[in-house]
């Protein structure tokens, strides 16, 4: 069974930067290169929000218009990783954030969640003064 992990999240003030990790655990044997990646959203009482996704390989990458320009999405193959920097924080960027990863090989990827097999257990981040 594929098991995502994100890190990173946490408390940060108004104008400043954090860097969401997703990884895959040793044991789920997945090769995150090969399948799209997305990172999403979630405000309580509101629908998942895609923020960003990068396709198989460094596939193209997609941006909400939300958080185009400020954040940056990438790979670490080495690491098996995928990253989402994230600069200029506001507040209205509270939430908690999840990665998510596609099960067909080879894709590219669309920020819709329909896409997306495999979901991390998310990581909050909290923007605040």
């Known amino acids: 069974q594929v098991q995502l992990v994100e890190s990173g999240g946490g408390l940060v003030q108004p104008g400043g930067s954090l860097r969401l990790s997703c990884e895959a655990s040793e044991a789920s044997r997945f090769n995150l290169d090969h399948y799209a990646i997305g990172w999403f959203r979630h405000f309580p009482g509101k629908e998942r929000e895609g923020l960003s996704c990068i396709g198989s390989g460094n596939g193209s990458t997609y941006y909400a218009d939300s958080v185009k320009g400020r954040h940056t999405i990438s790979r670490d193959n080495a690491k098996n990783a995928v990253y989402l920097q994230m600069n200029s924080l506001k507040r209205e960027d509270t939430a908690i954030y999840y990665c998510?990863?596609?099960?067909?090989?080879?894709?590219?990827?669309?920020?819709?969640?329909?896409?997306?097999?495999?979901w991390g257990q998310g990581t909050q981040v909290t923007v605040s003064s």
């Open positions: 998510a990863a596609d099960s067909v090989l080879f894709r590219s990827c669309e920020l819709s969640d329909w896409q997306y097999t495999y």
